[in-house]
């Protein structure tokens, strides 16, 4: 697990980070340092990044772990892609029922 702070940026959404107040999350997760997450700049506070977006995602992705908890990892990847495939066709179909109506 020690590669994953080499190799992945964790950031907290700007709503929750008030809540992370130690060093590590200061220094490490604050999502006004990183200018991709907003627009206009840090200074700006406005977020491009839609978080409430990814946190529904991050539960789908919880909900569905128990599907692939003794799948080898090759199998997992496939049935996980197979399963965000269908979930987004889902999605992207409901808002074009929205937009017709």
Not at 58 to 81: G, S
Request: one cysteine or more; charged letters at 25%.
């Amino acid at each position: 697990i020690r590669f994953l702070y080499k190799t992945v940026t964790f950031v907290v959404d700007r709503f929750h980070f008030r809540m992370h107040r130690d060093n590590f999350c200061t220094q490490h997760c604050d999502p006004a340092k990183f200018k991709e997450l907003t627009s206009g700049g840090p200074a700006n506070g406005k977020g491009r990044f839609n978080m409430s977006a990814a946190e529904q995602c991050a539960k789908w992705f919880d909900q569905t772990a128990h599907l692939i908890r003794f799948h080898e990892p090759v199998q997992a990847d496939f049935i996980m892609w197979c399963l965000a495939d269908l979930r987004n066709a889902d999605i992207q179909s409901r808002i074009s029922k929205k937009k017709r109506v």
